[in-house]
């Protein structure tokens, strides 16, 4: 035994050894002397002491990720100390929101802002004044005067302690994981952890769930956080995740065998913090460094999500949100973020021609536009037709309409709003609410609209709010799945008009509400009945007050990208049934317009990017750019403007699709006057400078109520479904072989 072991077991001042029975005289003891401090009298007055005063011109600290901090009450303010630095916060603040205020991060894996607290990491664990031990700051909420420290030894040590236990049974997998370079854990293992673990025991290991095609589980990485079971239950409001077990036979999974259904699965791999949870299309395929992220808008609804395109070379690889609280927060739909991989699949890439044996074959670009502009020219101006497609942008509809002006027709609109739409009052045909102004509405009815599968961010919306403040929600239209509690008054008009009448017990509801809303499906612009149905909602509107100064709850909620650009630049045809009629079509990206109505020898033009439906009526195929490919300008469901940015090249010989236009009008004789995009977004501001405005959402002016009253009758006909396949909307899509996976695997039969 060495010298040091035995000096310490001497001197080591143990009751058992002073009082052990067998040994009642030591050889020796210790007698400490007792002596009175005044400083160590109070403690409290002493740690206050040895807290040095932080002057007074210190610099203002910038919060964690430049945050902002608002006060809804000024009175409310209380302030608090971290680290020595003296920070206001709202009362309720947790003391992990107050550090992160005062600029100070705080590491953790269960805590999400937009999740409910759980605390069960305890990463997050920080020395607080008169605590007699670490607390877990997430769940701790900020007193005044509290004094916070974030950097002292205990609260490092339990940071440690507490990473060495959720390293002990984590796989060593990171040279395999998908997760490696982006992942909180080996970000935070090295930021806070030991240099070494004392665990050398067998690590336990975990079977994987199938969830679904598109997220892909490695189970044995789980650390518990219960992120994904959180985000399940209360935002996407589904409960197929759960914690089963306890102990070190804890994990997560569903509690019987079946795949997870919500159309916003796809969130858990952003918020999961290891690689138990990543993207099954994604797996293997690189590196997170590897990739260029372009910052860009979705198309793939009318919502307008904000994401980033990460790609490598000219290939797309990865679709991930980007934070706008005003629009989608920070959840995308499985939609936008896996349809990817439809834009390298069935592309067009060069002109073509229909030859007379039915068959296409390729061109150049001068021959084609000048086979294009040879048949305008040969029939009538009024027989000539163009139809914008559901995913064109500002810019190439303005063209569109300028060309086929010069040519003399005004036979132009866009087709997911219908050849006998109006667009005269913006507050028609747009979502006045604002989608982040649904979260004040505490009463909403909904006409022929299905959000969940319209629109599954602005539904996240609708559930947030349900949940928050137990708004009641009122749906007229076909039997549909919400996931949050509703009423279901009807399936047809007639339900309606006996709201618009008062003669329903929903009416009263309505009457009541201080803030209620009224969300119209797009839908409805398909039915010959609809100035009937938007009568009924003005009604509706006027005695439930839902259009004042100060809040407007008149709502429509569009379903494709195009849509409200559409109607702002005024494509809106002469007559109603002029496709009948035509002898030119010109098809800006549109498929899925009825062709059946198409005259047999018309001649028809495709611009697109896709070889989807239109192709097949075709006569000429222009190749076009898709949105990752192009800078375009979208206007979303609730007005605001907002662009693309290209993210790879085009493919092929494709070209912009206002570019296409602009040398069409120029081999056809009538030349259009701009050769820029700025020269053509000069030539919008003059129609609609509205769309302009990026990234700003401007209000309707008018309120829809000045229209002059409709003295049509609602027909008996009920409510359709606008979309029957939430996972197959549009050409990108339909392309996409992991869309076709989702609705084979995922939608009820």
Known sequence: MGLGSLASRALRPTASRLLSSQNPRPFFSFHRAVSTTPELQNADQSAAAAQPDPPADLPPRTPVGGARVHFPNPEDAIEVFVDGYPVKIPKGFTVLQACEVAGVDIPRFCYHSRLSIAGNCRMCLVEVEKSPKPVASCAMPAMPGMKIKTDTPIAKKAREGVMEFLLMNHPLDCPICDQGGECDLQDQSMAFGSDRGRFTEVKRSVVDKNLGPLVKTVMTRCIQCTRCVRFATEVAGVQDLGMLGRGSGEEIGTYVEKLMTSELSGNVIDICPVGALTSKPFAFKARNWELKGTETIDVTDAVGSNIRIDSRGPEVLRIVPRLNEDINEEWISDKTRFCYDGLKRQRLNDPMIRGADGRFKPVSWRDALAVVAEMAHQVKPEEIVGVAGQLSDAESMMALKDFLNKMGSNNVWCEANGSNRDADLRSGYILNSSIAGLEKADAFLLVGTQPRVEAAIVNARIRKTVQATHAKVGYVGPPADFNYDHEHLGTGPQTLQEIAERRHPFSSVLANAKNPAIIVGAGVFERKDKDAIFSAVEAI?????????????????????????????????????????????????????????????????????????????ANVILPAAAFSEKEGTYVNTEGCSQQTVPAVPTVGDARDDWKIIRALSEVAGVRLPYDTLGAIRSRIRTVAPNILQVDEREPATFPSSIKPESTQKVDSTPFGTAIENFYMTDSITRASKIMAQCSSLLLKK
């Open 541 to 617: 509107g006027k005695y439930a007050n839902v259009v004042r100064p100060d809040w407007n709850g008149f709502n429509v909620l569009l379903l494709k990208a195009a849509q409200a650009a559409a109607l702002d630049l005024g494509l809106v045809p002469e007559s109603g049934n002029s496709i009948e009629s035509a002898k030119f079509v010109y098809l800006m990206g549109a498929d899925d317009i009825s062709l059946e109505k198409v005259p047999s020898d018309a001649f028809v033009v495709y611009q697109g990017h896709h070889g989807d439906q239109g192709v097949y009526r």
